[in-house]
């Protein structure tokens, strides 16, 4: 049993913890029941971490993990076979949303973006010149 932590709400407590990156000694944990409490008490600490942080970059492991995944497992998987030059403006159009949707501090997601639209755009220019 986590210190001050309902066993109902244990695992769902680290998973925001180890998402937040706040580190707060056990002892000094507020006692939380409900997922609520949880949120609220992870919301007021990232408050004061930002507060005296402005100019830090931050970004959360859950991030990475989903950038990784709708950049590689939904955008690539996607378009990596566009087939025509329609295709291409469409995935120029997503990858767009998908940048805006992160929006990341470190452009993570907009240089994954960049790449993975190159080799599309690159392959898609190869498979034509090869058809010709």
């Known amino acids: 049993m986590t210190y001050n932590i309902g066993p109902e709400i244990e695992d769902y407590f680290w998973d925001k913890y180890d998402d937040s990156r706040i580190k707060v000694v056990p002892g000094h944990w507020p006692v939380m029941n409900t997922k609520e409490e949880v949120d609220k008490w992870i919301g007021f600490i990232n408050k004061i971490r930002n507060l005296s942080s402005k100019d830090e970059k931050t970004i959360t492991r859950s991030q990475v993990k989903d950038i990784f995944n709708d950049t590689y497992n939904v ?58």
């Open 75 to 132: 955008f690539y998987r996607k378009w990596e076979n566009a087939s025509n030059e329609e295709d291409i403006l469409k995935m120029w159009e997503e990858a767009k949303e998908l940048k805006n949707k992160y929006n990341d501090e470190y452009g993570l997601c907009e240089t994954i973006l960049m790449k993975l639209s190159e080799i599309i755009k690159d392959d898609f220019k190869r498979r034509i010149d090869d058809a010709e």
